[in-house]
């Protein structure tokens, strides 16, 4: 019998603590002790192990961990034609820590060409899988939201609307390539729709010069044009995030002030959304999912090692069903476990009891996974 398609009842975010042999190749590389064939013999055999790792806990939906990358999204976008990754006066700053000094730059017309290196990386992980390959990258909001309009290049933007325009078209085709490629699962990572529940962030994004309440129109309407191009058969999932680097967070406050627009103007098939903490606030927000729509319930932390209690998550999928059906409900962990490769605190066997347990609980709610 078919397996119905993604999401799946236990699924997951997408990144996975890298692994010490990982770690070490990568350091040698960046010293120049290795070559780059080297460096991607031991990614190709660390991700071979861990794409088993995971098909034996029993999921369905399966990545490469994003072993390849550094960042969950800068990788992408440095990629796309037009863009290249620069250094900054200072990293983007967490709770209490920053991340590296690192940013995109938009100083070129922006495109997809089929040369971007996701494709190989997508085939190799088609290709050593039996489940389902789920590829995950960054939405195209990202390329705006951390920089704004000091960071595109205003001679060749002069005006915004012709960026926006041309960016939901090269991830339309973006879109289209996985396609191709046989992607039948594709994620779109966004932290910008649970940043605009905060007010400090609406404050940044105001005092910068843009409008908190048009923004996100503008990125909804970027990601539908970019959907145009998805083929039959892909489903198309958003991950919202308020920020996950070395176990710490950027924004907070519940979904409630793009709930309805998220749910309603972004034609994505799925969201996976973060309730582990008291700063994403309640539920609510679900009684606004359409029919036809799934949420995948991140109730699971990846930012401590802690392994929650079986029953305490029960009780809040049921609590979830007060404002959606089960049936549009499925659990995973809130976000990866490695945005960046510097990953989350905690240990790799805590991680795999994480996502063991997300099965067991999966077949338990909902008789599958």
Request: aromatic residues 10%.
């Amino acid at each position: 019998m078919a397996h119905p398609p993604p999401p799946f009842r236990a699924d997951q975010v997408g990144s996975l603590l890298r692994p010490a042999a990982l770690k070490e190749a990568r350091a040698k590389r960046e010293g120049g002790q290795i070559s780059a064939a080297e460096l991607k013999a031991v990614e190709d055999s660390e991700i071979r192990k861990v794409i088993k790792k995971q098909e034996e806990i029993g999921l369905q939906g399966i990545t490469d961990g994003e072993f390849r990358r550094s960042w969950w999204h800068y990788d992408f976008l440095a990629k796309l034609d037009g863009v290249e990754l620069v250094h900054i006066d200072h990293g983007i700053q967490f709770a209490g820590v920053q991340t590296k000094a690192e940013a995109p730059r938009v100083f070129g017309k922006i495109d997809f060409s089929k040369s971007h290196p996701m494709l190989e990386h997508f085939r190799f992980l088609k290709a050593n899988v039996s489940k389902t390959p789920k590829m995950t990258i960054p939405s195209p909001s990202m390329l705006h939201y951390r920089g704004g309009r000091k960071m595109i290049n205003a001679g060749v933007y002069r005006d915004m609307h012709d960026f926006y325009s041309d960016l939901g078209q090269a991830y339309g085709k973006a879109i289209a390539a996985f396609g191709e490629e046989g992607c039948t699962y594709l994620q779109l990572d966004d932290v910008s729709f649970a940043y605009l529940c905060d007010p400090e962030q609406r404050k940044m994004l105001a005092d910068r010069g843009d409008d908190p309440e048009e923004q996100p129109h503008i990125y909804a309407g970027m990601i539908n044009t970019a959907l145009k191009s998805r083929p039959a058969g892909m489903t198309v999932s958003m991950h919202l995030c308020r920020g996950n680097f070395r176990s710490t967070f950027v924004a907070s406050g519940g979904y409630e002030p793009i709930a309805e627009l998220l749910f309603n103007e972004v034609g994505v098939d799925a969201y996976f959304m973060e309730w582990d903490t008291d700063r994403a606030g309640g539920f609510e927000p679900l009684r606004y999912l359409p029919k036809g729509k799934t949420v995948v319930l991140g109730l699971v932390t990846s930012k401590t090692g802690t392994l929650e209690k079986k029953d305490d998550i029960k009780r809040r999928i049921d609590e979830a069903t007060k404002y959606a059906p089960l049936e549009q409900l499925c659990l995973s962990p809130q976000c990866g476990f490695a945005s960046t490769e510097e990953g989350n605190v905690l240990g790799e066997e805590q991680q795999w009891a994480k996502l063991a347990m997300i099965v067991e609980i999966a077949r338990e709610v909902w008789g599958k996974v």
